[in-house]
């Protein structure tokens, strides 16, 4: 009993011992674990904030230098833009100008055709009716005439071939059944000449491969002249070819006028 006595008072002596230090072990361990945890928190905490800061300073050097490129490239263009206008406007002035010089007379009394000028088409179209024809006159722009060589005297040629201008036709005649007699023609200042002949027939005759007859050149002088005075006899004359010149030359200013203000438009809005 005595020994059992003994035993039991140093076991109760020792217990409490022992549980507190056990206590103290876990708490030591807790506070090492909080203090880890911590530093981890943070640590992570300040990496994503330095991550965030170079985002952000890659963003705005990325998106600045952007805008730079993107406001110097619209400066260039208000530029080039209000460049490209000044010298619109100085050609519509000088065209203007020109124009004015080139106005056309009143027409003709005794021009034979009527004409048809739709602004903005390079073409107009002349109508006749003569006796059982309908005569149609397709007059395209003035074309420089070509066939001179470059030399020394190429500026005093120059002013020669002002006057040497050329306006194209295409005549055709008809007398109401489907066929057409169609006359490629040359219309000079001086001259009239015939550069093709065909005969158009009906629809019906589509497809087949027909018989266009010879060059014009080649045909005989005698025919050839009589052709010249059949064309003569119809209005398309060496009076005719004066006042379409004058006619062409004045829509071909007023066609190109128009033009550069379309262009000037475009670019203005």
Request: proline share 3%; with cysteine.
């Amino acid at each position: 009993m005595a020994l059992y006595s003994i035993l039991r008072k140093a076991s109760s002596s020792v217990l409490p011992l022992a549980v507190r230090a056990a206590r103290a072990s876990i708490n030591y361990h807790a506070t090492i674990s909080s203090a880890a945890a911590a530093a981890t928190a943070t640590a992570t905490a300040t990496s994503t904030a330095l991550q965030k800061s170079n985002l952000r300073r890659k963003l705005t050097r990325g998106s600045f230098i952007p805008f730079l490129s993107f406001s110097s490239e619209s400066q260039s263009k208000h530029s080039a833009d209000e460049k490209l206008l000044r010298v619109i406007e100085s050609e519509i002035d000088c065209a203007e100008e020109t124009e004015s010089t080139e106005a056309v007379e009143d027409i003709p009394k005794q021009f034979p055709f009527e004409i048809e000028d739709n602004p903005g088409e390079r073409t107009i179209l002349l109508t006749r009716k003569f006796e059982d024809e309908i005569i149609k006159v397709e007059v395209d722009l003035p074309h420089l005439s070509t066939g001179y060589e470059d030399d020394d005297n190429a500026e005093e040629e120059e002013e020669e071939r002002a006057d040497d201008l050329s306006i194209p036709l295409v005549v055709s005649i008809s007398k109401g059944n489907g066929v057409e007699l169609e006359f490629g023609v040359t219309a000079l200042t001086d001259e009239i000449t015939i550069d093709s002949l065909s005969i158009k027939q009906p629809e019906a005759y589509e497809g087949r491969l027909a018989y266009e007859g010879p060059e014009f050149s080649d045909l005989d002088e005698n025919l050839q002249k009589a052709f010249h005075n059949y064309l003569e006899v119809r209005g398309i004359g060496l009076r005719t070819a004066n006042f379409l010149h004058q006619y062409m030359a004045a829509k071909d200013s007023n066609e190109y006028i128009n033009w550069l203000k379309n262009l000037k438009n475009f670019v203005e809005h």
